[in-house]
């Protein structure tokens, strides 16, 4: 099935997420970058699975299973068992011609563990056939057909904890990994001549006699039958025989994130032999509507013409230099040789890019120069602006504003799926170049937080519990009202101010300081907060509780797949120490994907969960609409609102103010700024 995966052999997701056959995993990945939601329905078991594929031998996700015949203690009302659980896969070798292709993986890892398992797996292609081949422990290794070689390390690695799914949970399970009797497992996939169908069969390494919450299941077979039928590239149907007396059905649909693109409908590029302006001022103007760059300043030194703006429109600099120059050229005279972009964000200089005009122009004339402007043009941060003729001026100050729709939402708990539509109105009036104040104001136009009720065992303060007293109590609400002010200390120094209400929550003053060198690897920040704890309403008032928080921040760029580990170190809203590890990873689309968790000093006080981590999912409006953009739409995912861990939302943080300071993709971009 040429441009999607639905129908290709050994690309279909399993009953419990990620790629496999029904029940049993495979060593297969999906193409880098995609994004697989599915469901299936095995009785008594209802599983929903998100996974992710950040890089060619990496795979990840999460999945809710819904156990109908079990009830959901905390909930109180009869509802079905709800579980939560993370998976990892890893690719050890990728498959040759003689070689199979070989992963190891772990099931359910960080959550109560019910279905935990570990396996390695080995996978075969042989024309139309896909076969797989593993062993497996835990619950996939319950049929105990295999003896387990680390038995002959220690006795006590013959037995595998059990663990009863209690109220704690959250914990990776280490002493389970790799302990108890061992099975084997594996299956085959043949690719029918109608090449829509995908045939299954898998023989299972789970006996079902030891299920969890003691929910044992009948089993006549051991071997499962199954189907996957594309109904699109990227949409496919599922079913199957399972435990030789049990149907499955299942769906899945796959997105390619690091694919997303659309084709812009932008106004066109200004032609490049256009006849001069009547004035720098309407040079400023096409500069903002046509190339995507809030000017603030255009002045000439010599043969060099700089123009001193911030992006506004495109992701990439490099589109917006590009309709740049062709503007310029029409209104420079014959003695300028270079346009230099010095680009600002909030009054803070981040670098500079220049391009010669000569190259520049014989590359905006044709196709065959483009090579040669781009070995022409550079960047630095060398950023003390010579004073030169100033020709234009803008206006520091300005207001704006925006509305629109926002979705909360909130599932996986006992309360069920709890979800508030609203409209938020969203203004800024910038005081000067690096001040401006702003504020958001959101009315509920629809939600279910009546439904909200469970407030899970902590010894910690309620700093974030409250979250349903907040939701519920008022439809119209200040989420935030805040002064931000901004600096550059020195060449690779940068520093911030801000004071209000800083989220729906809290209230309070605070800094932040970011050293990031340019186009460095590295960059380290600190920030500090003082902040109390807002009324339920959402206006003026304030309650009793505050606290200092604030963290130590080191980002890295590993270098590797173009994943950025962040580790932040510090003090917690509920007055916790500790630290939190995000890894993430953008593609050149624009769309991040990223995990994170975060561990305290909180112990036995955090309750359940025993730590905070999350998923989220950060997408570019510019790879979904057909107009240009800069903004983002974010997507989290969190099991479980607790008050352990918990970490101010500042609105603004340096680190993403100050992107420009690294090139990324500039170079590997170039060819995308002429389209």
Do not use: C
């Amino acid at each position: 099935m040429a441009g999607g995966l639905a129908g290709e052999l050994g690309a279909g997701q399993s009953d419990f997420g990620g790629v496999g056959i029904m029940q049993t995993p495979t060593a297969r990945m999906a193409p880098e970058g995609t994004m697989s939601v599915s469901w299936s329905r095995t009785q008594p078991y209802r599983r929903y699975n998100v996974f992710f594929q950040p890089t060619a031998w990496f795979e990840g996700g999460f999945r809710y299973v819904e156990v109908e015949n079990r009830e959901f203690r905390a909930a109180g009302d009869g509802r079905a068992n709800l579980d939560k659980g993370f998976d990892m896969k890893l690719r050890l070798l990728e498959e040759t011609r003689y070689w199979p292709q070989v992963a190891l993986g772990f099931r359910d890892v960080g959550g109560t563990t019910l279905f935990g398992a570990e396996y390695l797996a080995a996978s075969k292609r042989l024309g139309d056939v896909d076969l797989t081949l593993g062993i497996g422990w835990g619950y996939l290794g319950n049929y105990s057909d295999v003896s387990s070689p680390f038995g002959w390390i220690d006795s006590k690695l013959d037995e595998r904890p059990r663990r009863s799914g209690g109220s704690q949970g959250g914990e990776f399970a280490l002493d389970s990994l790799f302990r108890g009797p061992m099975a084997l497992f594996g299956g085959v996939e043949w690719q029918t001549p109608w090449d829509r169908l995908i045939l299954q069969a898998e023989l299972e390494g789970n006996n079902y006699a030891n299920e969890p919450q003691n929910n044992d299941q009948d089993r006549d077979s051991r071997v499962n039958l199954g189907a996957r039928l594309a109904v699109t590239d990227n949409f496919e149907v599922r079913t199957g025989w399972q435990r030789g007396n049990t149907a499955m059905a299942g769906v899945s649909y796959n997105i390619d994130l690091a694919g997303l693109r659309q084709v812009k409908n932008d106004p066109a590029p200004m032609p490049i032999d256009a006849p001069p302006r009547d004035s720098w001022s309407t040079v400023a103007g096409e500069l903002e509507s046509n190339a995507g760059m809030r000017v603030a300043r255009i002045s000439q030194d010599g043969s060099h013409l700089r123009v001193e703006a911030e992006p506004t429109t495109f992701r990439h600099l490099g589109q917006s230099e590009a309709r740049a120059g062709r503007i310029l050229h029409a209104q420079a005279d014959e003695g300028v040789d270079q346009f230099r972009y010095t680009w600002y964000n909030r009054g803070m200089p981040l670098r500079e890019d220049v391009h010669p005009r000569d190259s520049f122009v014989a590359a905006a004339r044709s196709e065959s120069a483009e090579e040669a402007h781009l070995h022409s043009l550079y960047a630095h941060a060398r950023l003390d602006v010579p004073d030169g003729e100033t020709l234009y001026r803008g206006r520091a100050s300005g207001f704006d504003w925006g509305i629109g729709p926002r979705l909360d939402q909130n599932f996986g708990g006992p309360d069920g799926y709890l979800f508030r539509l609203m409209a938020v109105a969203d203004a800024e009036y910038r005081t000067d170049a690096n001040g401006w104040f702003s504020g958001e104001i959101a009315w509920t136009v629809w939600d279910n937080l009546d439904d909200y009720e469970y407030i899970a065992d902590s010894q910690l303060p309620r700093v974030r519990t409250f979250i349903g007293d907040y939701l519920a109590e008022s439809s119209l609400g200040i989420e935030n009202l805040q002064y931000t002010r901004t600096a550059r200390l020195g060449d690779n120094w940068y520093a911030m101010g801000y004071g209000g209400l800083l989220e729906m929550m809290y209230a309070g003053a605070g800094g932040e300081l970011l050293y990031r060198p340019f186009n460095s690897p590295l960059a380290f920040g600190m920030d500090v907060n003082w902040v109390r704890q807002r009324d339920f309403e959402q206006r003026f008032d304030l309650r009793d509780y505050e606290t200092w928080t604030g963290h130590a921040t080191a980002y890295i760029d590993t270098g590797i797949e173009d994943i950025l580990a962040k580790v932040s170190l510090g003090r917690y809203l509920a007055r916790d120490f500790g630290g939190t590890l995000d890894l993430s990873r953008e593609f050149a689309s624009g769309v991040r994907i990223g995990a994170w968790g975060t561990w305290t000093d909180a112990g036995d006080d955090f309750g359940e969960g025993g730590f905070d981590k999350g998923l989220y999912l950060s997408m570019p409006f510019d790879a979904l609409f057909t107009r240009s953009s800069r903004d983002r739409a974010e997507l989290d995912w969190r099991p479980l609102t607790r008050d352990g861990g918990a970490a101010l939302n500042r609105r603004y943080e340096l680190f993403d103010l100050t992107e420009e300071r690294e090139m990324g993709r500039y170079w590997d971009d170039y060819h995308r700024t002429w389209q």
